[in-house]
């Protein structure tokens, strides 16, 4: 899979700042607001402090646009369901599918045995496909046929407060390993740009100091750095 922040709001934390800022100010003018944050430091410290205070709106006037490939239409079915987003998918209905090499799963791809069961599936899906559109079947409808292992590529916009929810909930080890390593990635790549904002980014344990799986918990609440390397890869077999 490959992640890759395309665009963002210029001077992200900057313009947090000065929304924030906004909303207790009964004087200064926007433009007035802005021109005063030039300080880096203070920035910082101000951004802090809103987090501390769970004060969330003013993110949403920052925005992210990802650039997401190589991975598969069942990664899609489960971004999508953040509807606070933008998604512009490549169309199965309008774009023929060639064999390129599927998204296979760890637990199959480790396995010689299931590997093969995969790859005979596969090309029976392909060959079938195949065939419908030689025999004149619409693209829309031949497509029915096809895997959830189909690679696929996107372009994904959100704003900051939004992607901190699908942090939560998707850099978790309860989250399936491909949207998992892409929302790590996606944290990575946030980091780079709005450093203080995005700096507890990561699983619910991250962000609250609590965990919503219940008796599902992976076990490592308080303990970031261990979470994160584990949310990073494929669980171990037990």
Not at 69 to 85: M, N, Y
Not at 197 to 212: E, K, L, W, Y
Request: contains cysteine.
């Amino acid at each position: 899979m490959k992640v890759t922040l395309i665009t963002h709001t210029p001077e992200p934390e900057k313009v947090v700042a000065a929304a924030a800022k906004l909303c207790y100010s009964d004087k200064a003018d926007i433009a007035t607001l802005m021109n005063s944050l030039d300080d880096p430091e203070a920035i910082r410290k101000f951004i802090e402090n809103l987090m501390k205070m769970h004060h969330y709106s003013p993110l949403e006037h920052i925005s992210f646009t990802f650039g997401i490939e190589g991975v598969s239409r069942s990664f899609l079915a489960q971004i999508t369901r953040h509807r606070l987003a933008a998604f512009s998918v490549r169309s199965q209905r309008y774009c023929a599918e060639d064999w390129s090499a599927p998204v296979v799963p760890p637990s199959i791809a480790n396995d010689k045995a299931r590997a093969e069961e995969f790859r005979i599936a596969m090309e029976s899906a392909w060959s079938t496909y195949r065939q419908l559109l030689e025999m004149g079947v619409p693209k829309e409808d031949a497509r029915a046929v096809l895997p959830n292992a189909c690679a696929t590529r996107m372009l994904v916009t959100m704003n900051a407060r939004e992607l901190l929810h699908l942090f939560s909930l998707r850099c978790c080890t309860r989250a399936q390993l491909e949207i998992r390593q892409v929302a790590w990635k996606m944290l990575e790549e946030c980091k780079k740009v709005a450093p203080t904002i995005f700096s507890q980014g990561g699983a619910s344990c991250d962000q609250t100091g609590r965990c919503p799986e219940g008796e599902k918990s992976c076990g490592r609440l308080g303990k970031k750095k261990e979470t994160e390397k584990n949310c990073k890869s494929e669980p171990k077999k037990s």
